[in-house]
């Protein structure tokens, strides 16, 4: 069974940062490729960030150059350090695992998120 399980989300101020860990389990994490997601109140939920299994990152452009993906493919561990927070920031983060052979990115499984806050 596949299982996804965020943890590290809280509250910050403005400006501060975070990292959040996706402890995967129930598939060979190293063959596929991963995917962090967020949904705010009253919006759909994007893709932020996803790396594919040769390491490739992608990035939108919300949160380019303060995002920064990664995995630890022996703790079967997807990470996602955010820094620089901004008030459009906050919302349920979710990893994902990306559904292979998709010329666009989209997941086949993800987990419960985890709330991010900005303080105000």
């Known amino acids: 069974e596949v299982q996804l399980v965020e943890s590290g989300g809280g509250m910050v101020q403005p400006g501060g940062s975070l990292r959040l860990s996706c402890a995967a389990s129930?598939?060979?994490?190293?063959?596929?490729?991963m995917s962090w997601s967020r949904q705010a109140p009253g919006k759909e939920r994007e893709m932020v960030a996803l790396m594919i299994s040769t390491g490739t990152t992608y990035y939108t452009n919300s949160v380019k150059g303060r995002f920064t993906i990664s995995r630890d493919n022996a703790r079967n561990t997807l990470y996602l350090q955010m820094n620089s927070l901004k008030p459009g920031d906050p919302a349920l983060y979710y990893c994902?695992?990306?559904?292979?052979?998709?010329?666009?990115?989209?997941?086949?499984?993800w987990g419960q998120g985890t709330q991010v806050t900005i303080s105000t």
């Open positions: 994902g695992r990306l559904r292979p052979g998709r010329a666009r990115p989209e997941n086949d499984y």
């Open positions: 129930g598939f060979t994490f190293s063959m596929y490729g």
